[in-house]
Structures are given as structure tokens and as C-alpha cells.
């Protein structure tokens, strides 16, 4: 088995210790992870994710600890991020409706899906969707980023994602079914408690859209279904669930959990954990 993860950033901004919880826990466990943003522009960690005094409005206490911002500002100093893909010219856009000659448009956007799904899913093991505010502009509605997503999924590999970057699975359905892959299954997210009333913001834009476009938690107890689960946890520190193939955790502070519970499905086959 491939000892290599994909980590897929926004370029609007990522939450730092979403990234470095689970890349510490990754590597300890022996595993390379390598970086690929949706158009190949660096990405960054957004300033509140290493600064200590930063107060989260809806939870209105400091949520980046001393020890999360000084290794976010650790891996932020390495330059790692230099070094990452670029989704747009690996995975294939998916023709419009209106395009000349569609059909024959439209049958080679899936031959070359499939070619480029085969070849990530074949180099990495598994598939990380990080959170923050950023992926909300680039990675929920991408269709690349689902198309991604579906690639591991019908491959049957982990797919672990935190924060607004469980959003993204959500929307990854194959496209003549068009049924959430997360139907049915348990998963766990931002609670309706930790959203925001305004501030919700973006780096590389002056955009402040006030809250965030949607309330997470709906979106994503609507997608599991009736036969499946949304879990808050709503009041327990941590929130992180594995219904495999997905690894989804709450925020911020399940990135260390969710790191170890990423581990544990790669190396120790656990298939359910959470609930």
C-alpha cells in the first residue's frame, strides 16, 4: 500500500492546526503527505489559526492554543506548501450543456476522469479535505473536488475531512445517480452552535460575507438521511467519526484526534469509531 496522503487546500485560506494535527499524526505514522490546491496557488494558513489572542464569537473563548499556533508558525516557516498540484490541470472540468458537440464533449471529460482518478487513487493511499473559511469559496461547489472525492470513494480508500471541508462530500455524487456518497452514514461536523453571525472571512479577497453561505449541519443531515446520522456533539470537547470510508471531525480542536483516528483506519483497518 501507497504510503502517501493528498491533503487538498483552499487558496482562500485553511485553518493551520486542521492541517498540522493531522500531518503530525500522519507522519509519525510513517506516511508522506503531499499538498494540491484547486487552480496551483499557495495556500495559507488564515491569521487566526496561530494567533492566541483570537476569541471564536460563537464560543467566545480563545480557540488557537500557544502550542497549535507555534506549529502552525513552524510549518508555515518551512515553505512545504511550494511544493504542491494543481487540481485544475489534473482532474478534467465537465463540459457545459451548451458546449458544440456535447455528447462527444461529454464522453471525454469521463474517459479522462477516469484515467486521472486511477492515477491518483493508485500514488495515494488516502484523501485529506482541510478546513476553514477558504474552502467555502473553492472546494465545497468544485467539481473537480468532488470528482476527486468520487475517485477514492469508488476505490474504497479513506477520505478524512474536518471542518468546512467535510462540506465537499456533500455534493460528491456520481453524476447520472446524483445521491450523496455520505447517504446513509454517520458523520460529524460544525454544529449549528459554532456558526457565525458575521466575520465569516477569506484571505486574497476583501470579501466578508457575514455568516457562512449555509449552515453545515443541515446540509449535511439532509445528505445522510434518514437511515444515516449527523452527529454535533454539541458540549463534548471533540466531535470525530469514522463510518468508513470517511474520517469527518467537528473543528479545530479534534485535529490531534482526527489525526490518530486517520492513522488507526490506514494502518489498524478500524471501520467505525465515534458513535
Not at 489534473?90 to 461529454?106: D, H, I, K, Q
Not at 469521463?110 to 491518483?120: G, T
Not at 467519526?241 to 479534534?254: E, G, H, K, M
Request: net charge negative.
Amino acid at each position: 500500500m501507497s504510503k502517501k496522503i493528498l491533503a487538498i487546500l483552499s487558496e482562500y485560506g485553511y485553518w493551520g492546526v486542521e492541517l498540522v494535527g493531522p500531518l503530525e499524526k500522519l507522519e509519525a505514522a510513517g506516511y508522506t503527505v503531499e499538498f494540491m490546491t484547486p487552480k496551483g496557488k499557495k495556500a495559507q494558513a488564515l491569521p487566526p489559526s496561530y494567533d492566541t489572542t483570537y476569541v471564536d464569537p460563537p464560543l467566545g473563548t480563545c480557540v488557537t492554543t500557544p502550542e497549535a499556533a507555534e506549529k502552525v508558525k513552524a510549518f508555515e516557516a518551512t515553505n512545504r506548501l511550494e511544493q504542491r498540484r494543481n487540481l485544475s490541470e489534473e482532474v478534467p472540468e465537465r463540459p457545459y450543456f451548451s458546449t458544440p458537440n456535447f455528447l462527444r464533449a461529454f464522453e471525454q471529460y469521463f474517459a479522462d476522469l477516469k484515467v486521472a482518478q486511477e492515477k491518483l487513487t493508485e500514488e495515494y493511499a488516502g484523501l485529506l479535505l482541510v478546513g476553514g473559511s477558504g474552502p467555502i469559496i473553492d472546494m465545497v461547489n468544485n467539481q473537480r473536488v468532488h470528482d476527486l472525492i468520487l475517485g477514492f470513494y469508488k476505490k474504497n480508500q479513506p477520505i478524512g475531512a474536518i471542518c468546512y471541508g467535510v462540506a465537499p462530500l456533500v455534493f460528491a455524487r456520481d453524476f447520472n445517480e446524483r445521491i450523496s456518497i455520505i447517504k446513509g452514514k454517520h458523520v460529524t461536523g460544525h454544529c449549528i452552535e459554532y456558526d457565525y453571525h458575521d466575520g465569516t472571512g477569506f484571505l486574497n479577497t476583501d470579501l466578508n460575507m457575514g455568516p457562512p453561505p449555509y449552515c453545515l449541519e443541515y446540509i449535511l443531515a439532509d445528505a445522510v438521511g434518514p437511515e444515516g446520522q449527523f452527529h454535533g456533539n454539541f458540549g463534548k470537547e471533540t466531535s470525530v467519526i469514522v463510518d468508513y470510508p470517511f474520517i469527518t471531525a467537528r473543528s479545530l480542536q479534534c485535529s490531534f484526534e482526527f489525526g490518530d483516528q486517520f492513522v488507526n483506519v490506514l494502518d489498524k483497518g478500524v471501520k467505525r469509531y465515534g458513535w
